[in-house]
């Protein structure tokens, strides 16, 4: 029998989508998935290839560590746990001295607790990005601290600001600021989230194009079997890949092989997920995620199970030989198509039309159909009744 392996996630979409990755290849898996309130593990639930769905409301770590230790101690051999955001990935390396001796966990080779956090700092992945010949916008570091901030001197307008760690700060304080007024309401909301933490903020950059990349990484190796040029960008996630194509690797040029390198300096293994930003002065390095992507059960649906392949590798395996996917089908991450129409960004009628130019979606799987059809059931009609409040409430009714 593969591999048991349990699968930590708050995001549905990407919980399912490595769920199915790995069930299509035989492993036993588990899901325990952090939700907001009772029930929004419906969809995963539904999957053929859950082998049980453990749903925990809120984010109380303690318990969720007690969980674990309670259901895989005895656990032989020991089944490889696979974070799939940035809070559970930040957890399974905060406790890894807890952890470890219960499963295979992703991480950088030789690394103690804290390694994992330290790479997803976005000032520490520039820095490193640079080194390897990539693009990287220059980043101010700046203290969220109680008696206020030091702004740098050379700083320059318009410029984008965000926090150091995703993780931590969410979607609070990101964004493009005209002047320096901007620039301290940001700040202002980022440390009533994340006090005493850092932001970041960089030269904003006129984007003409985005990638992202999805792969593994084992240790020196890297499989990077495609990239996805997006064909639409999420406006409430802003930068959620919401729809694109698989692109061969190729297509970067002459940066394809400075994120090879790169990705084999981290020493890191398990899934990551890069951001790749297209301007007039050429590609930029925009961050990277360590651990599987949003839009990553594209690869899978196109021939590639990276879940899979990030398994063998932390399992001593090996990365596969070969990878090739169907290039140039179009997909749709239908969660965040949704998102946008329930917060009044694209009508019903452009929503419809998503689906229409799309030839596969996230949440849609001939061979296991009943999460697709849980979400028209159930989620669908949560996201419209969304809408028609947010509109009511535009109204000022």
Excluded at 158 to 167: H, I, M, V, Y
């Amino acid at each position: 029998m593969e591999r048991k392996v349990v699968i930590l996630g708050k995001n549905y979409s990407t919980v399912l989508g490595v769920l199915r990755d790995l069930g299509h290849a035989g492993h036993p898996v588990d899901v325990i998935y952090i939700a907001w309130r009772r029930g929004d593990s419906t969809v995963i639930r539904c999957s053929r290839y859950a082998e049980s769905c453990l749903e925990q409301v809120g984010r109380e770590e303690e318990k969720l560590l007690a969980l674990l230790r309670e259901r895989y101690a005895d656990c032989t051999p020991k089944p490889v746990l696979l974070p799939t955001d940035d809070h559970t990935a930040l957890l399974a390396d905060r406790f890894r001295t807890e952890l470890e001796p219960l499963f295979v966990l992703p991480g950088v080779v030789g690394g103690e607790p804290g390694a994992v956090r330290r790479l997803m700092d976005k000032s520490v992945q520039s820095e490193l990005a640079a080194a390897a010949g990539l693009r990287a916008a220059k980043t101010w570091r700046i203290r969220l601290a109680e008696n206020g901030y030091e702004l740098p001197r050379d700083l320059v307008y318009p410029c984008f600001c965000k926090p150091a760690l995703s993780a931590e700060g969410g979607k609070t304080g990101m964004g493009k600021c005209e002047d320096e007024q901007t620039l301290l309401r940001l700040l202002d909301e980022l440390r009533g989230r994340m006090p005493g933490q850092y932001a970041l903020v960089q030269p904003f950059l006129q984007i003409t194009r985005e990638y992202t990349i999805d792969g593994v990484c084992c240790d020196g190796e890297v499989l990077l079997p495609a990239v996805i040029e997006k064909s639409r960008v999420a406006r409430h996630n802003r930068g959620v890949t919401l729809s694109g194509t698989l692109v061969a690797p190729e297509t970067l040029g002459e940066t394809l092989p400075r994120i090879l390198a790169f990705l084999r300096a981290l020493r890191y293994v398990g899934m990551f997920d890069l951001e790749l930003l297209q301007t007039d002065e050429g590609l930029y390095f925009g961050e990277l995620n360590l651990r599987s992507g949003g839009p990553g059960y594209a690869y899978c649906a196109c021939g590639v199970p990276l879940a899979a392949a990030a398994v063998r590798a932390l399992t001593g395996e090996g990365l596969p030989a070969e990878a090739a996917p169907v290039l140039g089908r179009r997909f749709l991450n239908d969660k965040a198509a949704w998102d946008d129409y329930a917060f009044l960004h694209i009508t019903r009628r452009e929503l419809a039309a998503l689906y229409r130019e799309s030839e596969l979606t996230l949440l849609e799987d001939p061979s296991d159909p009943r999460p697709g059809a849980a979400f028209r059931l159930l989620m669908a009609p949560r996201y419209t009744l969304m809408r028609q409040l947010r509109r009511i409430r535009r109204r000022g009714l």
